[in-house]
């Protein structure tokens, strides 16, 4: 054995220690690679963190992105330290791309959609927003379609393209939200105790915040009524509670104070020919 690894070594000296570089070469690209995704995961893990524009799906999805990015690269300048033709090689890579990308125009869409709405959150899993004629609450975003829950239980998917191309309405945003209510009273009303009583029902509720302060206006003189518009201010999460207790109220306030909600009225008028009758 000793005598055959000598004649080995005698006749392809040139060619051991030829590939025994290139293999030391390789080896340290690999772990020059692994270094590089191991700081780059713990950089976008970091900007996640700091910046807060990224939950942990898109994390994991933008490291599984450079760590794919660095392996091909490595692979590139392995294949070359061993002589490979990698420009032919990436000709045909590009080429298939090409097709494939082709092939898969939507759906590459809406993964590059995804990508950017995980990025940019415009909205969160738990918000209500509205898209078109589709609204619901955010049961999860995904990298081709979010998925949506109407207040009916109803299951949508709707796929990313499609929200990024069209204005979203986020009512969960923002901390808080405004309601306008109209009720109508009637002429003959004193329109001044109308304002008083309405603004002390808004300021008796619990879930209507003081600052901004509630307002009752004059929104239109219409037919048979004044019509009167309840304005407030309430957290976001209290929109639907306050929004009902009000419109629960709303008869039973204006009835104890004296004052009517009519129903539409028309005067009609006939004109005869009373030389006939």
């Not at 760590?67 to 890579?93: H, K, P």
């Not at 009225?265 to 020919?273: A, E, H, K, L, S």
């Amino acid at each position: 054995m000793k005598e055959w690894i000598c004649n080995f070594w005698c006749q392809h000296q040139g060619e051991v220690i030829y590939y025994g570089k290139k293999v030391v070469l390789a080896l340290l690209v690999l772990v020059l690679a692994w270094i590089c995704i191991r700081a780059l995961a713990v950089m976008i893990r970091k900007i996640a963190e700091k910046t807060g524009r990224c939950d942990i799906a898109g994390e994991r999805l933008i490291r599984k992105v450079c760590r794919y990015g660095v392996s091909f690269v490595a692979l590139l300048i392995i294949l070359d330290l061993f002589g490979i033709n990698t420009a032919s090689l990436l000709t045909v890579l590009g080429t298939v791309g090409l097709a494939v990308g082709l092939a898969l125009k939507d759906t590459l869409s809406n993964m590059a959609t995804g990508l950017v709405l995980l990025i940019t959150r415009p909205y969160n899993p738990g918000d209500y927003i509205e898209n078109g004629a589709v609204s619901g609450t955010v049961e999860k975003m995904g990298l081709f379609t979010s998925t949506l829950k109407t207040p009916d239980g109803i299951f949508i998917a709707v796929p990313n393209n499609i929200l990024w191309a069209t204005p979203v309405k986020n009512y969960s945003r923002n901390d808080l939200r405004r309601a306008d209510i109209v009720v109508s009273v009637s002429y003959s009303d004193d329109i001044e105790k109308g304002v008083e009583v309405l603004t002390a029902l808004m300021n008796s509720n619990e879930h209507i915040i003081k600052d901004p302060a509630p307002e009752v206006l004059i929104s239109e003189l219409a037919d048979s009524s004044v019509n009167l518009q309840l304005r407030y201010w309430s957290a976001s999460g209290d929109y639907w509670t306050a929004y009902w207790e009000i419109k629960r109220q709303l008869k039973s306030t204006l009835e104890n104070a004296g004052l009517n909600i009519p129903f539409p009225q028309r005067v009609v008028r006939v004109i005869g020919d009373t030389q006939n009758k």
